[in-house]
């Protein structure tokens, strides 16, 4: 199983990015893949994730609104489309899998956050 992650970079606040996610050698009808990310100094923080089955979306409080994610399953590619970026969002960004019975909770296990595979993060950074 391999997860890449791509896409970061730095960016303006108020700027976009978009995030993919790569996944191959994976049972996508499994597991649904989530976002988490790392600033320095703090702990992991879970932002997002996508169900394989139905496509339902979760997304963390502090980027409801203003992050999107989404699947290609042809591609087994899941996208983070990051709008209205702020230097709070700044972070390394990793792709991890996500197993069904957690998805409803799995943006706000914080610390806790669990996954059985996950790929070499991407930074993002927001600054002016």
């Known amino acids: 199983v391999q997860l890449q992650a791509f896409g970061g970079g730095l960016v303006q606040p108020g700027g976009f990015l978009r995030l993919s996610c790569a996944a191959s050698?994976?049972?996508?009808?499994?597991?649904?893949i989530g976002w988490f990310r790392q600033a320095p100094g703090k702990q992991r923080e879970g932002v997002s994730c996508?169900?394989?089955?139905?496509?339902?979306?979760y997304y963390a409080d502090s980027v409801e609104g203003r992050f999107t994610i989404s699947r290609d399953n042809a591609k087994n590619t899941v996208y983070l489309q990051m709008n209205s970026l702020k230097p709070e969002d700044t972070a390394v960004y990793y792709c991890?899998?996500?197993?069904?019975?957690?998805?409803?909770?799995?943006?706000?296990?914080?610390?806790?956050?669990?996954?059985?595979?996950w790929g070499q993060g991407t930074q993002v950074t927001v600054s002016s």
């Open positions: 050698g994976l049972n996508v009808d499994y597991y649904g």
């Open positions: 991890a899998t996500v197993r069904p019975r957690l998805l409803r909770v799995w943006v706000h296990l914080g610390a806790n956050i669990e996954y059985d595979y």
């Open positions: 996508i169900s394989s089955r139905d496509g339902s979306t």
